[in-house]
């Protein structure tokens, strides 16, 4: 392909990964206030998985690019954007659009990368670690010496919050299956089995007063366990509805229906608190508050990779035209990381 064109990945619709298309055009340019990053690292985060089957609630019509986040170095800038931008890594959530060689961003939202972060480091901590971060210190406010129960412990947004967690104090439950306990040992978590254990039982065994924190991406019934398992003054925190992944009719219901329970939970008299977390709640209403938010704890993020308290778990790197096994590997539930693309 031309080196000069821009390259990206289109999902055309509801399709199997071998029918992701590739599509070559002109570079973008960056318009007034915009900025153009030229791709180094994106991702395959499970809301790529939803969108190709047409199950993210809140997806664009297709065709489209997909892409919730990318990590790269910015080079061109448009009227009003300091010009010495050029050449400087950053990070930007996108919700779609990361699957190109080069995206155009709005420059209040990029986020510097700090010096010592590969791309396809910080990649691995754009999405899920915002949103772990976020969760944890801003919903939850875990504590040192709470326990906390987390769900897909060695998931991308999980195998964050675990960490993060433990940066904090906190003692870790996780769910897994068989084949990440030992792992999850090595780091301090004690395991469940979510395929063949009782898990509200086991919770109830390892903390008997409930715990303080529960995130829970799974839905359905396991949101109903995960909010009878607080402790008192516990915080449920709901960001997804995993179990749902795979059925048909509306994309819309499961999430009105986390909605509704939240709500109703949070009306009784009862000393808890639920939350169901959408990492671009408040943006529409108070864009400047959001992007400062955003680049405080994705700064915080960052620093805490640098600090060795996270580690950046990369579970396969393959170039974009690639895409459709980097989908299959992020599927297949056989790796432990993030799957990255580069350009």
Same mark, same amino acid.
Not at 284 to 304: H, I, K, P, Q, Y
């Given at each position: 392909?031309?080196?000069?064109?821009?390259?990206?990945?289109?999902?055309?619709?509801?399709?199997?990964?071998?029918?992701?298309?590739?599509?070559?055009?002109?570079?973008?340019?960056?318009?007034?206030?915009?900025?153009?990053?030229?791709?180094?690292?994106?991702?395959?985060?499970?809301?790529?998985?939803?969108?190709?089957? %047409?199950?993210?609630?809140?997806?664009?019509?297709?065709?489209?690019?997909?892409?919730?986040?990318?990590? %790269?170095?910015?080079?061109?800038?448009?009227?009003?954007?300091?010009?010495?931008?050029?050449?400087?890594?950053?990070?930007?959530?996108?919700?779609?659009?990361?699957?190109?060689?080069?995206?155009?961003?709005?420059?209040?939202?990029?986020?510097?990368?700090?010096?010592?972060?590969?791309?396809?480091?910080?990649?691995?901590?754009?999405?899920?670690?915002?949103?772990?971060?976020?969760?944890?210190?801003?919903?939850?406010?875990?504590?040192?010496?709470?326990?906390?129960?987390?769900?897909?412990?060695?998931?991308?947004?999980?195998?964050?919050?675990?960490?993060?967690?433990?940066?904090? %104090?906190?003692?870790?439950?996780?769910?897994?299956?068989?084949?990440?306990?030992?792992?999850?040992?090595?780091?301090?978590?004690?395991?469940?089995?979510?395929?063949?254990?009782?898990?509200?039982?086991?919770?109830?065994?390892?903390?008997?007063?409930?715990?303080?924190?529960?995130?829970?991406?799974?839905?359905?019934?396991?949101?109903?366990?995960?909010?009878?398992?607080?402790?008192?003054?516990?915080?449920?925190?709901?960001?997804?509805?995993?179990?749902?992944?795979?059925?048909?009719?509306?994309?819309?219901?499961?999430?009105?229906?986390?909605?509704?329970?939240?709500?109703?939970?949070?009306?009784?008299?009862?000393?808890?608190?639920?939350?169901?977390?959408?990492?671009?709640?408040?943006?529409?209403?108070?864009?400047?508050?959001?992007?400062?938010?955003?680049?405080?704890?994705?700064?915080?993020?960052?620093?805490?990779?640098?600090?060795?308290?996270?580690?950046?778990?990369?579970?396969?790197?393959?170039?974009?035209?690639?895409?459709?096994?980097?989908?299959?590997?992020?599927?297949?539930?056989?790796?432990?990381?993030?799957?990255?693309?580069?350009?």
């Amino acid at each position: 392909m031309n080196a000069e064109a821009m390259v990206e990945v289109v999902l055309p619709g509801k399709v199997e990964p071998e029918d992701l298309q590739m599509r070559q055009g002109p570079i973008p340019t960056a318009g007034p206030g915009q900025v153009v990053v030229r791709m180094e690292a994106t991702g395959v985060s499970f809301a790529e998985q939803q969108m190709r089957r %047409g199950r993210y609630y809140d997806q664009p019509p297709f065709p489209f690019v997909p892409g919730y986040d990318v990590v %790269g170095t910015v080079s061109a800038t448009g009227d009003g954007v300091a010009a010495n931008l050029v050449g400087t890594r950053v990070a930007a959530l996108l919700k779609v659009g990361g699957w190109a060689s080069h995206v155009v961003v709005d420059a209040a939202d990029v986020v510097p990368v700090p010096e010592g972060i590969g791309a396809a480091q910080a990649e691995t901590v754009v999405i899920n670690g915002i949103t772990a971060w976020q969760m944890l210190h801003r919903k939850a406010r875990v504590r040192a010496g709470q326990t906390v129960l987390v769900h897909g412990a060695n998931g991308g947004v999980g195998s964050v919050l675990v960490q993060l967690a433990h940066a904090a %104090g906190a003692k870790v439950i996780g769910t897994a299956s068989a084949r990440h306990h030992a792992a999850l040992r090595a780091q301090g978590v004690t395991p469940i089995d979510y395929r063949t254990e009782n898990i509200p039982a086991r919770v109830r065994e390892l903390a008997p007063d409930g715990v303080d924190a529960v995130f829970d991406h799974v839905g359905g019934r396991s949101v109903t366990d995960s909010w009878h398992l607080l402790a008192p003054g516990g915080t449920l925190v709901s960001y997804g509805s995993a179990s749902t992944r795979d059925d048909e009719g509306s994309k819309q219901w499961p999430v009105l229906k986390l909605l509704g329970r939240v709500w109703l939970w949070n009306i009784l008299p009862n000393r808890r608190h639920a939350y169901f977390f959408n990492v671009w709640a408040g943006r529409a209403l108070n864009r400047s508050r959001f992007r400062t938010r955003l680049r405080t704890d994705l700064t915080e993020v960052f620093e805490a990779l640098r600090r060795g308290e996270i580690t950046a778990r990369i579970a396969a790197e393959l170039p974009l035209s690639q895409a459709a096994e980097a989908m299959r590997l992020a599927e297949s539930g056989t790796v432990a990381g993030k799957v990255v693309l580069h350009a």
